[in-house]
């Protein structure tokens, strides 16, 4: 089945009772048994929900896994993976990836006796020599937030399964459409559902879907226990959303290629960066692992001033100033203040996270209002 097949269709059915074509909201906290313990395979909503039940099939599909577990937020996708590990167990990650990742990595569970070494993932050697026969997790994003690295998946698994750890790939940037992280050997994929899946700055949710029997187990019995999870409104929204994700991001994708060409050309632009530029260090590696580059780029402007970068940021009419991106609409924001705030400075600075970096999430709007909107802030 094709990528748009699967998008409308994969984990929903018409309705048995009434046939209805869009899977109902199932707005109930519990379930009738007909005898302790005998029910329809639904008990309680924390543990399973029919609406949560057909998204986390759906996500499954599209990201060509078996199993998929939603949660409130991308951070409780997080947290439920990391909790599966414990104290003196390492975890190898990024250096370059989502504030709210380092946070709850450095300020939550290092505290609580794991340890984090945070490495330059383009060149695979800084991998192998940051693990330890205690590492237990290899944690990626690719293209990573906000500095557009990409990182080889397929050898990163390869490192895995050579050190019997597991491989978790952050998949927010790309989402499914892009990019399938598991094809390329990945045992977790993680997605902040709140971005492109939903795709329309209304929910917010995280998701990981495995394809091993035994690793979903142990996720479900934390999200279970946990009880970080999303309520059916929520899961009708992205499986609403889910229906037009390859339309969506085939013109993220079209309308990120122009600005970052244009961006690239503009006399008050320093550097723009993203992954579908030839000269972008890792350009060969995304053009293996990806079907597109996608609509998220970076971009500094000439001259490194604070004020001027404030003042662009102020500037703008249809791209809005604001967090989060992945949504119909554009969207700008200033990583070093915002996004990855939690970062201390002198890390920010030392991955190549400038104070006046600027990033864009390219919506779905008319290019030539977009291109204007930019023109006119950067005058």
């Not at 997605?191 to 479900?220: C, N, P």
Request: glycine letters at 8%; a neutral charge; charged letters at 20%.
């Amino acid at each position: 089945m094709k990528f748009g097949t699967k998008a409308i269709h994969a984990g929903v059915e018409p309705d048995p009772a009434t046939g209805a074509i869009m899977t109902p909201i199932y707005q109930s906290s519990t379930y009738v048994q007909s005898a302790p313990g005998e029910h329809k395979g639904y008990a309680y909503s924390r543990t399973h929900n029919p609406t949560r039940t057909a998204l986390q099939n759906a996500l499954a599909a599209l990201e060509n896994g078996k199993h998929g577990l939603c949660f409130s937020s991308g951070m409780a996708s997080i947290d439920a993976m990391i909790k599966m590990l414990r104290p003196g167990d390492e975890v190898v990650s990024t250096n370059d990836l989502y504030g709210g990742t380092y946070r709850i990595f450095t300020a939550v569970f290092a505290g609580l006796g794991i340890t984090f070494r945070f490495v330059d993932m383009g060149d695979l050697k800084n991998v192998e020599e940051a693990i330890t026969p205690k590492t237990k997790l290899i944690w990626a994003e690719t293209p990573t937030n906000p500095m557009l690295k990409i990182i080889d998946i397929a050898a990163l698994a390869a490192l895995s399964k050579k050190h019997k750890c597991l491989l978790g790939v952050d998949n927010t940037f790309a989402s499914p459409y892009l990019q399938n992280p598991m094809d390329h050997g990945a045992d977790i994929v993680m997605h902040s559902v709140t971005k492109y899946l939903g795709g329309h700055s209304d929910v917010v949710m995280g998701a990981l879907i495995v394809k091993d029997d035994a690793l979903h187990e142990r996720l479900a019995f934390i999200q279970n226990s946990c009880g970080a999870v999303p309520g059916p409104q929520d899961c009708f929204l992205v499986l609403r959303g889910l229906k037009t994700l390859h339309l969506r991001m085939q013109r993220h994708s079209e309308n990120g290629k122009v600005i970052a060409n244009w961006l690239a050309q503009h006399p008050k632009v320093d550097k723009v960066y993203w992954p579908g530029f030839a000269t972008h260090p890792n350009h060969a590696i995304a053009a293996r692992q990806m079907r597109d580059f996608g609509g998220m780029m970076s971009f500094s402007l000439k001259g490194d001033d604070m004020a001027d970068a404030t003042r662009f940021l102020s500037s703008t009419k249809l791209f809005a100033l604001a967090e989060s991106l992945g949504g119909v609409e554009s969207l700008l924001g200033h990583p070093a203040s915002m996004t990855h705030a939690s970062i201390p400075r002198e890390e920010r600075l030392k991955n190549g996270m400038a104070d006046t970096l600027i990033r864009l999430s390219v919506g779905l709007e008319d290019i030539e209002d977009l291109i204007a909107d930019l023109e006119q802030a950067l005058r």
